[in-house]
């Protein structure tokens, strides 16, 4: 009996792995398709220090939420996604990223996922006001937003394929 229960967890831990990567892609296609589309990710001290609750009402009532993704990120990964979200920032070095890790992943963080948010809103200026808004009412380094539609469809191929998640936390 044992057999079976273990044969039949694993084919449930299958499936529902197969269905987030289904649902990924859609997010994916999603972000493609629509160029309203943003991504907001809420970084591990929102869930660690109970910012989640009031976050995820403001974005509720400011935005239309399309799709969640929770996704964690282990060792090297951090410093890659860090680097994928603010590279190419004319402001950002090595100082900077050593901050941002500190700030948003220090022991305090550690083995905390991070939150993947797709949704949609009539404006960039109306989902600039709704972080802004996230940003006073809880912490300025809680949340990240995408800025541009092509930054949108960027980002979604990291954070909505389990798979490249796993590239950045793997190194390949």
Same mark, same amino acid.
């Given at each position: ?123 960039? !200026?109306?989902?600039?006001?709704? %972080?802004?808004?996230? @940003?006073? &009412?809880?912490? +300025?380094?809680? #949340?990240?937003?995408? !800025?541009?539609?092509?930054?949108? %469809?960027?980002?979604? @191929?990291? &954070?909505?394929? +389990?798979?490249? #998640? ?7």
């Amino acid at each position: 009996m044992k057999t079976v229960a273990k044969y039949l967890c694993l084919f449930c831990f299958i499936a529902c792995t197969a269905q987030q990567n289904d649902l990924g892609k859609q997010a994916i296609d999603y972000c493609d398709q629509n160029s309203t589309s943003y991504i907001a990710i809420i970084w591990p001290p929102a869930l660690v220090d109970g910012h989640w609750i009031p976050i995820e009402k403001i974005l509720n009532q400011h935005v239309n939420v399309a799709y969640e993704k929770v996704f964690l990120l282990e060792n090297e990964g951090v410093k890659r996604f860090i680097r994928c979200i603010y590279g190419a920032m004319p402001w950002f070095s090595d100082a900077i990223e050593k901050a941002l890790i500190e700030e948003r992943f220090s022991q305090n963080y550690y083995q905390v996922p991070c939150v993947a948010i797709l949704f949609t809103c009539e404006s960039f !200026d109306k989902a600039k006001s709704c %972080k802004e808004y996230i @940003r006073v &009412v809880c912490s +300025s380094n809680i #949340i990240h937003m995408t !800025d541009t539609h092509a930054e949108t %469809k960027k980002l979604a @191929r990291i &954070v909505f394929d +389990s798979e490249q #998640i796993e590239n950045l936390n793997c190194g390949f």
